[in-house]
């Protein structure tokens, strides 16, 4: 069996073999994924169902599967093979998958990602649900590699949880990023995610738990920024601390204040003010005309080559501009705080930035969840059947298929 091969079937196979050439930094989840096998009929799209009644009834074959995307994407495929594994295993049946990338690789549109060959009878009723837990992932892969690469001194951190339909995606959600990161750490020496907000999915990132600290519930219950501030220090002493500021929308006077109550942690640069002023508002102190001074102490070019109208929100506009993050550095740095770090969230995703990495915009971390696909068909995988009993065969259109099946196995296209 060559490195890139996975053969999938009643014995049980490591985590890495499963994966054919994942990267071994990715720990498997103790959770089984969903449906178990034995809910999969319920699930999965009535006309596999049909089909596989059919096949019962006149016999199997052997199949093989290619398995694209059509747009580029990074390669997130351990979830869907471990689920593939786990329905080998309660069906007692060998499933092979050639496995054409390595974990984390950067894949061209319409690129097979993988072939999978077995019974057609056994493998009929699996492609809507092995599908799902491929084409999300690799599309959140794909702008956490972006991100990361495009700011590679930052600091990500995963907080997609909450915009999550359910547990299941918040583990892709996760692993994606894990994906992309990595991904990018390797190629661009990025610093990428270094956690996530949930305890459950943190394994991806080599942490015991999630990070955070606090909500803006916290800071309502409390009262004030600085007290929210307090009661965190005391209930949990000696973690470093991160304030969201923006709650009364005095982020440089409240930043102020808690650095002040705090210059221990501040001079240590454990200290970190989190900026998440709402897209409705500037930040204190700010308007469009200081916006736009702020960006020309700092960056004067930013602003006078063509931007478009999104840019131009990014860079000067209300929330947590390009502007908002310069002037809270400026602030802190006359205040006598250069240590303490800037946490930006809010909208920060591929576009944003891009437009914070052009510019130069002193971040220090970012809490994203808007990795996450925007644009949900370009999520969808694709399994077409390429082969019957080792004979070429596919749908009139996707022949470039049958090109790349005959290229990664032989001039015979068998597997």
């Not at 809910?39 to 059919?54: A, C, G, H, L, S």
């Not at 993988?114 to 892969?141: M, N, R, W």
């Not at 951190?157 to 959600?173: F, N, P, S």
């Not at 019957?388 to 990664?408: C, M, N």
Request: with cysteine; aromatic share 10%; glycine share 10%.
């Amino acid at each position: 069996m060559s490195a890139n091969e996975s053969s999938v079937g009643p014995s049980p196979l490591s985590e890495g073999d499963e994966a054919g050439t994942a990267s071994s930094f990715l720990e498997p989840s103790a959770g089984v994924l969903q449906p178990p096998p034995a809910d999969i009929e319920p699930w999965t799209d009535r006309y596999f169902v049909k089909t596989k009644q059919t096949i019962g009834r006149f016999g199997d074959k052997t199949v093989c599967y290619a398995v694209f995307m059509r747009r580029p994407v990074i390669f997130t495929p351990r979830l869907m093979v471990r689920w593939l594994k786990q329905v080998a295993d309660a069906r007692g049946i060998d499933i092979r998958i050639d496995i054409n990338y390595r974990e984390g690789d950067w894949v061209g549109a319409g690129e097979p990602l993988l072939y999978i060959t077995g019974s057609f009878f056994h493998l009929v009723d699996l492609e809507t649900l092995y599908l799902q837990k491929l084409g999300a992932p690799c599309v959140a892969a794909y702008n956490a590699f972006t991100m990361c690469s495009d700011l590679p001194k930052v600091g990500f951190l995963a907080m997609d949880a909450r915009h999550c339909a359910g547990i299941e995606m918040e583990e892709m959600m996760a692993y994606a990023a894990a994906v992309g990161s990595e991904a990018a750490k390797r190629q661009s020496g990025a610093r990428g995610f270094i956690g996530n907000a949930n305890d459950a999915t943190a394994h991806y990132f080599g942490q015991p738990k999630g990070l955070g600290t606090m909500p803006h519930a916290l800071i309502g219950y409390a009262g004030s920024t600085l007290r929210a501030a307090e009661m965190f220090a005391e209930t949990f002493p000696g973690e470093d601390l991160t304030v969201l500021v923006d709650y009364f929308g005095l982020e440089v006077t409240d930043t102020l204040e808690v650095c002040r109550r705090f210059p221990d942690l501040a001079a240590a640069g454990r200290l970190a003010a989190r900026l998440d002023t709402h897209g409705g508002r500037f930040l204190e102190g700010l308007d469009p005309q200081e916006s736009y001074a702020v960006l020309e102490r700092n960056v004067p070019l930013a602003v006078r080559r063509y931007r478009n109208d999104t840019e131009l929100r990014y860079l000067t506009g209300t929330g947590v501009s390009a502007a908002a993050i310069f002037h809270m550095r400026e602030q802190l740095d006359r205040a006598g705080f250069p240590r303490v770090r800037i946490v930006a969230s809010s909208g920060f995703d591929v576009q944003k930035c891009k437009v914070m990495a052009d510019v130069g915009a002193p971040i220090d971390a970012i809490g994203t969840g808007s990795y996450l696909p925007d644009t949900w068909k370009e999520t969808y995988a694709t399994a077409d059947i390429v082969e019957y009993d080792g004979v070429p065969s596919v749908k009139i259109g996707r022949e470039f298929l049958l090109k790349r099946r005959r290229t990664a196995n032989g001039a015979d296209g068998a597997s």
